[in-house]
T-cell receptor, first 109, second 117 residues
């Protein structure tokens, strides 16, 4: 039932930009894309969300393609503390976020 | 960080016994949620609440019940625990359930690890 597809794992060098892709080809016009991360089995942490336009906050940037079928989360200067599982989520029904398995991002020194 | 606490943080119990997990928030948010997470998987919604005494089922509600008698507390009960309910349980809150962030954005507690022997 997951509406998003992410690579299971990625590596990134410390200090470099980490670019995490997500495919959501069946997204509806009014469905937002959310990104969360989970560090070592802690509670998931909200990162950013978007609908059509690119978004940026203090944690990350979100780039959404014009057709909205995919997006990329960018951590501009990855640190070791950014090692986590990153989830791309589309809200598919009222009150409910459908979570996939996410991308395990490993930041290497 | 959102003011969300869960208790207990860890619990070991035996098959057939009742178990109650508590989620407490200090944000006065209207919506509260219970999820479970199993190894290698994302979160799955068990039940949610959209107000005091207003609750509804999620995708994996069998074997679970919930209650919300106060805005700040949301209880999850396993009536008769089974080994398949061994999992990590997360509580979440949101200001609103209506479409569109930021009020719809969910914030999560630290989780409860439950082991059913």
């Amino acid at each position: 039932d997951a509406k998003t597809t992410q690579p299971p794992s990625m590596d990134c060098a410390e200090g470099r930009a980490a670019n995490l892709p997500c495919n959501h080809s069946t997204i509806s016009g009014n469905e937002y894309v959310y990104w969360y991360r989970q560090i070592h089995s802690q509670g998931p942490q909200y990162i950013i969300h978007g609908l059509k336009n690119n978004e940026t906050n203090e944690m990350a940037s979100l780039i959404i393609t014009e057709d909205r079928k995919s997006s990329t989360l960018i951590l501009p200067h990855a640190t070791l503390r950014d090692t986590a599982v990153y989830y791309c989520i589309v809200r598919v029904r009222e009150y409910q976020l459908i979570w996939g398995a996410g991308t395990k991002l490993i930041i290497k020194p | 960080d959102a003011g969300i606490t869960q208790s207990p943080r860890h619990k070991v119990t035996e098959t057939g016994t009742p178990v109650t997990l508590r989620c407490h928030q200090t944000e006065n948010h209207r919506y509260m949620y219970w999820y479970r997470q199993d190894p290698g998987h994302g979160l799955r919604l068990i039940h949610y609440s959209y107000g005091v005494k207003d609750t509804d089922k999620g995708e994996v509600s069998d074997g679970y019940s919930v209650s919300r008698s106060k805005t700040e507390d949301f209880l999850l009960t396993l009536e008769s625990a089974t080994s398949s309910q061994t999992s990590v349980y997360f509580c979440a809150i949101s200001e609103s359930g209506l479409p569109g962030p930021p009020k719809e954005t969910q914030y999560f507690g630290p989780g409860t690890r439950l082991l059913v022997l």
